[in-house]
């Protein structure tokens, strides 16, 4: 984790002291339902939650002292509460092993860390939509290859990426829900000390879902599947950021992050206004894509469970969702007030002398009966002209003066393809498939 | 694709003369629904489909010799098929760009390909399923840190892995669902020279759901998703494959990998036994979660789309789906064939002296009145002489004849908690959760 | 391996017959020396050798057929060979491994790539050099945050990639010289059944050195090394394929990929000239830097040796060299053919109305007495006004007219802040770092 | 970083203090040659060492403060030291730019921490050493596969760790050398506003070498090949610590990670005694694997630079190197205090029937004459049947006992073939090549 791409929401929940306090809950509800059982008196859990309601300070660094001589997290942990509690919670933990606690308080940080995620993702889909709206109709030029391609508008790359990042709250809803489970299942899983009803019990108090089977631990494909996909949203947040980077270019400039007043850019040049936010952004989601490695290598853990998991989840844990919280918020921020210069766009629209109409030229001739391969090779013969006078040439007029091109389509017919409305009249559509028909 | 790790039925999907048959369907269609549309004379689909009809050999090296001149694939191969199916041919293709046929036949090849890998998986679930129940009740030690812990069934263990494959096998059918998009939508996802409906027309036809936005490219975001998916299967196939490997080491030897009469093992020691195909299906395991990596960095494609994704799915399309298939149907082979060795299994169990009951007896002291601490104080002194003894002293001998333990317990409480049907009353409750109520 | 980004040379080193061939030099030249210590008779190796001289056909399918029972490679060579050969044949792989073979033939492949690749870094760094000449005092803008910052020299550009591939081959001798190496050290590296001279002798004959100490395998540090360093020049073909790319952007246009006649750009858009082979390259980079993973994974094999590597290394073994020497190639003809455009730099570079220079005020003014934040504020608040007219303003006028800058700083020493050489003075001195004192 | 995963010294690089005090080095020897350049006054350099020579506190919340208005890390300290120094510091950076600083900041800490790594290393490798030479005739079975092959001794498994490790140094101390270079080239890398003489002479300052050719920043090549050097390292880490793992495993049980008195292995099964440390470098060796992927992709920056490498060293810079420190001193410490079990290594390897010699036994067979086939055939048969006894039959009897076997090798010929001695006559030699001939 690093601290200055940290938000203090999301960090809370990876901070020890919310791990103890989801460590208590899940102890304290599974003495509940011991008692409700007849395992345990029933007193057990009442005086655990009684201390509770005194709202105790999580004494850190008295749990870490004994921990230094126990070696042993949740024993130091135990141990803190009886001396807290009294002798009451010596039945706190009765058939449960450490990894019903540890696992299932994962899974309780990593939901929560879900749905402040899902909420980010919530406000970045509204600020790509509102300036999707606003720039539904502003043209400019689509590039393939970074090559002026034909126009689109500056709209539908915000609709392309609001699609793109619904789909990432769809898939983290799933992994949501796949990694939100809990088990309360003993030594090795069978249940051999431990009644099946307090898993139910604790996972419902818990918000979570039952694991099905567990083998002391949680099964690590969850883990994967979730850091898995935080690697995916990672990769679309690069692509949105590389969009910007790319707009932000001297040359391009169509669109830029927003500057601050006393903002400096460089400490050398006071000219530069640089795309930092958005290349600070392509660092973290190549970090965040890295993280998802580990989580896939942790899978195949040896029989029941071996530990190995354990040091790698201590730092992909926080450091994924704690940077992915910055990132979307980051992000969020870039998008909502980024800076948009619609005559640039146009201007360098315009630069190409009217290539970028070249298909629709293409397709004329063809439609007037012009073989496919000759009617490329008209419009390329032109287009190269065009291409070679770096914009000091315009399409139309080479096509004008080209005999062979107008004895198969007249000139007014030839003026009507470079028409860039043409290229707007399925806007509508779009938009209705990517925010629903009210759009 | 390593041609030992391949099989036909997958393989053919990745052959160039399938990826040309698809082609061909993409432009056939939209040419028919061109027609209808009226932008297009209804005899050229006509034409295409009666040529279709006669069932044309493909002729690769043909397109590939025309490909080596245009150095452009999907011109050269509407070129081929222009020259065979004459001069209608001239009206494919209009208002399309070359991704709307690449990125829509990789969509077919995917969802083909995923298909095939539904089908492994539930073949590779009717083993385990089978095994598992056939080993229901077969006790084995369950294993933490590699060390005996207590108890478990070892169809218990395979209903652990059938649980994970199952899930693989729901996120595949996800990933699928994502990946099976049409996008015919032309130069820079406009729809400006072609009619939407000609998209939902091929859609429907190929099985496909339409791309709500596309430019140019379907959004690589769905093929991260989908290669980060195959990752995590291959995830959890190391998983079972390092369980079968730990089980066949010679000190443990509770199941080995089938061998058949005539194989060798070693050429220089004629004894061994390997778990070869295991090993085998670790290092798969490892390139097919290698693949996913560069499927996440070709999602921040530039602008419209650049072809860096281009050459990555020429590796990774057939590579990880090709292998992933043979995993599947070799860890199907493993598993159905696996021998088990209940007999080792028990005798296994029991060289550690009774010291995988010690968690009972810590419990029934507790119990019993005795504080936590002093239990595990009890239980551990006399664990840790049986322990060192390594196998020669018995952990109910020593806390029989240890009176601060009898003190609290009586001898045939003691003797209670040395019961091994104990551990297995559960099972049915586990069974009936992954295999549902009639297992 | 994909075919098209395969070269013939390298593809031989990968093939099956290439393969045996090596396997029989290995096993002969053991023969040979176990011959010469006493061990087997002289005559064996004679065989070999004499029926070797005779340049015998390598019947893979024969040998596939062999395998195909015993299910074994090397025995099914063995076999292979003794039934060609005849009695002499048993003394072959006397007290050997089949890993003794497979390593030691792996290592000659392995070296043998990287003898391609050497060659191939050769040649790309020739052509850099070469077009570094050309352009040495080419003016260019330099971009940072791509965004214009200060005048660089075309010739610098490249000049940094020449300094950047010399690195990536040091690092591949490097890594040549480390898995260059022979074990022929018998079942479990013991030397127990043959002795260390086998070794020595064959290492020497095959032109590696001597694995101090093996575990029936050449330890996978070595190839995880070598993987690994594959990957870091594929990041450095990467960076410079972005370079290009981005030079030949439509609004930037400084560089191109060549563009052969008859090659078209796009089905769709005849004026495409697309930097396909760069963003072909970039997919390339990605493919490359993924096969280090697996390597990586493949170190910690169990115990003595166990055989996940295998599989692995049947992919990238292959799959890196062929890619990497491809992208290389491809990369030495994309710069040697590379279309430079030292115009369309000058005019880019003059786009932004001198901003570039602000800098050289920014220390003139400092040197001339004004607090750094004051000469900050100065050049900066006249900067931004060139920034927002887009180039329609000029720095130079505007500090002109600035009374606190004419104040500090007089006209003409303003003007000589906006000469072009002076940032050109040390090119000498970069080249010569870069290219030895003659360049 | 995990601060339970940081040892004081490797973590006093990278905090902010220490980061500042050598950006205020490079500044103040660059202040320092600029006076000597007649560039500055030489009372600059003076003012800002005589300062120094105070040893002032650095006020990272104060520069903190200025950089959270400033929006620029290294303005931010310019401005603090010029408040502390007073109108000589306006002198500092005179010329420079930022990446200047952090460049060769990022140089100096990974070089420092590369010392400290490479000291680890010698301690690692002294450890392993000593406990080599303990064990250098220990015997103990080699397996394959994990299957018992022949006898090795535990001192060849540790020189094998020893030699693995030294290569890892070795490394090592060649990406510390590519690692630690100076770039001060100014804006762009032209050293247009600062002459190399001032490069050079803070390099030698710094103990670094001169960066040939930096384009404003340090090449990330440097930097990708430092961090997968890292990621090897890491793989050998993983390889020991799975090794003692294996030995650990309760059925195996030859060696065990110490155990100090009050720890505690479960807190539900007190007799457990896991190979947590071993678990837990497994897991770091993941994440300092995925490290390095970052670092890869970091190198194909944008022209002469972009930023986004930066927030990845934030993370990487730190996190490799502060777990890759303690992952190397707790492997020391494991393996100084391993506990090694000889009898238990006898037991195990006795345990096979003699199997383990079934080589032996062929070789002699076709020594003598008998076909390689029908050695093969010859001990196989009897093999399999002390493989199916599960240790109850010995090879030794029932080679005896099969006429076919001693018509070609009498009986005390066959029982030569079963001295353990055998084994280990070549143990020297290697020992010799691993550790000088001194050893």
């Given at each position: 984790?690093?601290?200055?791409?940290?938000?203090?929401?999301?960090?809370?929940?990876?901070?020890?002291?919310?791990?103890?306090?989801?460590?208590?809950?899940?102890?304290?509800?599974?003495?509940?339902?011991?008692?409700?059982?007849?395992?345990?008196?029933?007193?057990?859990?009442?005086?655990?939650?009684?201390?509770?309601?005194?709202?105790?300070?999580?004494?850190?660094?008295?749990?870490?002292?004994?921990?230094?001589?126990?070696?042993?997290d949740?024993?130091?942990?135990?141990?803190?509460?009886?001396?807290?509690?009294?002798?009451?919670?010596?039945?706190?933990?009765?058939?449960?092993?450490?990894s019903?606690?540890l696992d299932?308080?994962l899974?309780?940080?990593?939901?929560?860390?879900?749905?402040?995620?899902?909420?980010?993702?919530?406000?970045?889909?509204?600020?790509?939509?509102?300036?999707?709206?606003?720039?539904?109709?502003?043209?400019?030029?689509?590039?393939?290859?970074?090559?002026?391609?034909?126009?689109?508008?500056?709209?539908?790359?915000?609709?392309?990426?609001?699609?793109?990042?619904?789909?990432?709250?769809?898939?983290?809803?799933?992994?949501?829900?796949?990694?939100?489970?809990?088990?309360?299942?003993?030594?090795?899983?069978?249940?051999?000390?431990?009644?099946?009803?307090?898993?139910?019990?604790?996972?419902?108090?818990?918000?979570?879902?039952?694991?099905?089977?567990?083998?002391?631990v949680?099964?690590?494909?969850?883990?994967?599947?979730?850091?898995?996909?935080?690697?995916?949203?990672?990769?679309?947040?690069?692509?949105?950021?590389?969009?910007?980077?790319?707009?932000?270019?001297?040359?391009?400039?169509?669109?830029?992050?927003?500057?601050?007043?006393?903002?400096?850019?460089?400490?050398?040049?006071?000219?530069?206004?640089?795309?930092?936010?958005?290349?600070?952004?392509?660092?973290?989601?190549?970090?965040?894509?890295?993280?998802?490695?580990?989580?896939?290598?942790n899978?195949?853990?040896?029989?029941?469970r071996d530990i190995s998991h354990s040091s790698v989840e201590r730092?992909?844990g926080?450091?994924?969702?704690?940077?992915?919280?910055?990132?979307?918020?980051?992000?969020?921020?870039?998008?909502?007030?980024?800076?948009?210069?619609?005559?640039?766009?146009?201007?360098?629209?315009?630069?190409?002398?009217?290539?970028?109409?070249?298909?629709?030229?293409?397709?004329?001739?063809?439609?007037?009966?012009?073989?496919?391969?000759?009617?490329?090779?008209?419009?390329?013969?032109?287009?190269?002209?065009?291409?070679?006078?770096?914009?000091?040439?315009?399409?139309?007029?080479?096509?004008?003066?080209?005999?062979?091109?107008?004895?198969?389509?007249?000139?007014?017919?030839?003026?009507?393809?470079?028409?860039?409305?043409?290229?707007?009249?399925?806007?509508?559509?779009?938009?209705?498939?990517?925010?629903?028909?009210?759009?």
């Amino acid at each position: 984790m690093v601290p200055r791409y940290a938000r203090p929401a999301m960090t809370a929940i990876w901070e020890p002291e919310a791990r103890y306090r989801i460590w208590f809950e899940v102890e304290a509800h599974a003495t509940e339902k011991l008692g409700a059982l007849g395992v345990v008196p029933e007193s057990a859990a009442r005086a655990l939650w009684d201390w509770w309601a005194t709202d105790p300070v999580i004494d850190v660094p008295a749990i870490d002292a004994i921990e230094a001589v126990a070696k042993h997290d949740v024993i130091a942990f135990l141990t803190w509460v009886a001396d807290n509690v009294g002798e009451q919670a010596r039945f706190m933990h009765q058939g449960m092993t450490s990894s019903d606690v540890l696992d299932t308080t994962l899974a309780v940080q990593l939901a929560r860390s879900s749905d402040i995620l899902l909420e980010d993702l919530d406000q970045l889909l509204a600020a790509i939509r509102r300036r999707a709206e606003e720039h539904k109709y502003t043209p400019t030029i689509g590039r393939s290859h970074g090559i002026h391609a034909e126009p689109v508008t500056f709209g539908l790359k915000l609709a392309q990426a609001y699609a793109e990042f619904d789909r990432c709250k769809k898939r983290l809803a799933a992994a949501r829900e796949e990694i939100a489970t809990c088990a309360i299942s003993g030594a090795v899983g069978t249940f051999a000390n431990i009644d099946p009803a307090v898993e139910e019990y604790v996972a419902e108090k818990m918000g979570l879902a039952v694991e099905p089977v567990s083998t002391q631990v949680i099964p690590r494909d969850r883990h994967a599947m979730f850091f898995a996909t935080l690697a995916v949203i990672a990769g679309s947040i690069e692509r949105l950021a590389v969009e910007i980077r790319h707009l932000q270019r001297t040359e391009v400039l169509e669109a830029e992050e927003y500057f601050s007043p006393g903002q400096k850019g460089s400490s050398a040049m006071p000219h530069k206004r640089n795309p930092i936010l958005t290349e600070n952004l392509t660092g973290q989601a190549r970090m965040i894509r890295a993280y998802a490695l580990p989580a896939l290598e942790n899978v195949a853990l040896w029989h029941e469970r071996d530990i190995s998991h354990s040091s790698v989840e201590r730092f992909i844990g926080p450091d994924a969702c704690i940077t992915l919280d910055f990132a979307l918020a980051r992000l969020t921020g870039v998008v909502d007030k980024l800076l948009v210069y619609p005559e640039r766009m146009r201007k360098n629209m315009d630069r190409m002398g009217g290539l970028i109409h070249s298909q629709r030229v293409l397709l004329a001739l063809t439609q007037a009966g012009v073989s496919r391969e000759d009617a490329y090779r008209l419009v390329q013969r032109n287009a190269m002209k065009v291409w070679e006078s770096d914009g000091a040439l315009m399409l139309l007029d080479l096509l004008k003066a080209d005999p062979e091109v107008t004895a198969a389509l007249p000139v007014d017919e030839l003026e009507d393809r470079f028409d860039l409305e043409y290229h707007f009249k399925h806007v509508d559509t779009i938009f209705a498939r990517v925010f629903g028909e009210a759009a």
